[in-house]
């Protein structure tokens, strides 16, 4: 099993959709969450860290669930400019950074 | 500017051959990591270091070495025991204190012939 596991997808959806992605870990020592987003062959730049009693920035909700070990981001109206792959992050208290596969977005109009 | 820089961004090489990835950042940060991305594949973690002259295996570093004999720069070798070296290569730091961003530098494509 994955330290960290995404579906892959894709998910394709219509602009002004709301779209799910859930992210599962394995290691209960995981310490620190976040989502990464990455462009087509380019680097991941941060998305948003996920805090125990769940964030929101914008259009974006980020959950944690740490007694069944997942984390889950929410983009509301979805906007073609959020086509992209969103890759899950744990951190384990040794900074140890492990990424999951990641899910590829498309938002079509 | 304050980043991270990762050369060159495209590297072409013949089979049987060691190269060299460079990786320099000048943000201060303790941590810094290196990832290979094969197409449409997450990052997996190669080597990690949170300190000067320490460095830590991550889940595929068989056919890599590094070093780190500087704060600002974490080297990666790609040698000749890497079976399947061609992929985009991706260095990474941060300040090593828990949950706070990784940077990332643009990338290398390494392509082995």
């Known amino acids: 099993r994955k330290e960290v596991e995404q579906d892959p997808g894709p998910f394709n959806v219509p602009e002004g959709a709301t779209v799910a992605f859930n992210c599962t870990y394995s290691?209960?020592?995981?310490?620190?969450f976040f989502w990464y987003r990455q462009d087509c062959r380019k680097e991941p730049k941060l998305l948003m860290s996920v805090y125990s009693s769940g964030n929101e920035d914008g259009r974006f909700t980020a959950q944690l669930n740490r007694a069944s070990q997942y984390i889950s981001l929410l983009i509301r109206d979805s906007k073609l400019s959020d086509s992209a792959t969103y890759l899950c992050v744990v951190n384990y208290n040794t900074d140890k950074l492990i990424f999951g596969t990641g899910t590829r977005l498309q938002v079509f109009p | 500017d304050g980043g991270i820089t990762q050369s060159p961004k495209y590297l072409f090489r013949k089979e049987g051959q060691n190269v060299t990835l460079s990786c320099e950042q000048n943000?201060?940060?303790?941590?810094m990591y290196w990832y290979r991305q094969d197409p449409g594949q997450g990052l997996r973690l190669i080597y990690y270091?949170?300190?000067?002259?320490?460095?830590q295996k991550g889940d595929i570093a068989e056919g890599y070495s590094v070093s780190r004999e500087k704060k600002e720069s974490f080297p990666l070798t790609v040698t000749s025991a890497q079976k399947n070296p061609t992929a985009f290569y991706l260095c990474a730091s941060k300040s090593g204190q828990g949950d706070t961003e990784a940077f990332f530098g643009q990338g290398t494509r390494l392509t082995v012939v």
């Open positions: 290691n209960s020592a995981s310490q620190s």
């Open positions: 270091s949170q300190i000067v002259n320490d460095f």
């Open positions: 943000l201060n940060h303790d941590a």
